[in-house]
């Protein structure tokens, strides 16, 4: 697992309420993402971090907030939830083998109702 | 935009036989990266690729990139049902350290 937790695993919430997935590292990776998967569409991201405090937009960043106070955690907020943002999301490190090599953690299974 | 796209999306082949996944991409990158991801399950690192012309091999997958002409193969031979899974190439453009991702190439291998 390369040292990576994600959490929740599983979450059911309602529309409009505002949602928060943790990512946390052991491995002392500087960079960390967040990743969406949704069938037809790969993997997207989101955002990602470039160090403690330095983040980043992605492709699908709209709706989604990040923050990484501490190396190990990365934060994705979806403010106020929609039903669109229904999808796995999966949290990745990278940085440390020097080659770019991303690892992956084992992904939150969000569905918004 | 970044595109990168696999094909085929979906592959269904007997087992014993070969064949080829391609991934294109429209960015220049030195960088390409293979993954694997079983149903329900995390993304696992296959290949790293890190310059033009370079080839990695793992039991009966190997992978290239020819980053003149974007592409990138994965080539499987005498393929075995436990290949069966999703195949996923990510490029990460010279702007470094993002990944991109191409929707993935279904595998099924039919005993």
């Known amino acids: 697992d390369a040292g990576i937790t994600q959490s929740p695993r599983h979450k059911v919430t309602e529309t409009g309420t505002p949602v928060t997935l943790r990512c946390h590292q052991t491995?002392?990776?500087?960079?960390m993402y967040w990743y969406r998967q949704d069938p037809g569409h790969g993997l997207r991201l989101i955002h990602y971090s470039y160090g403690v405090k330095d983040t980043d937009k992605g492709e699908v960043s709209d709706g989604y907030s990040v923050s990484r106070s501490k190396t190990e955690d990365f934060l994705l907020t979806l403010e106020s939830a929609t039903s669109s943002q229904t999808s796995v999301y999966f949290c990745?490190?990278?940085?440390?083998?020097?080659?770019?090599?991303?690892?992956f953690g084992q992904g939150t299974r969000l569905t918004v109702v | 935009e970044l595109k990168v796209e696999q094909n085929p999306l979906f592959l269904s082949m007997q087992e014993g036989k070969n064949y080829t996944i391609y991934c294109n991409y429209s960015t220049t990158s030195d960088r390409l990266y293979w993954y694997r991801q079983d149903p329900g399950k995390s993304l696992e690192s296959l290949f790293v690729l890190l310059s033009n012309g370079a080839v990695k091999q793992e039991g009966r997958l190997m992978a290239s990139l020819d980053t003149k002409a974007r592409l990138s193969t994965l080539h499987i031979t005498a393929a075995v049902h436990d290949l069966s899974a999703t195949y996923f190439c990510a490029v990460d453009p010279s702007t470094g350290n993002q990944f991109y991702f191409g929707t993935g190439t279904s595998l099924t291998v039919i005993p």
């Open positions: 990745a490190i990278s940085g440390l083998n020097g080659d770019g090599e991303a690892f």
């Open positions: 491995e002392n990776h500087r960079y």
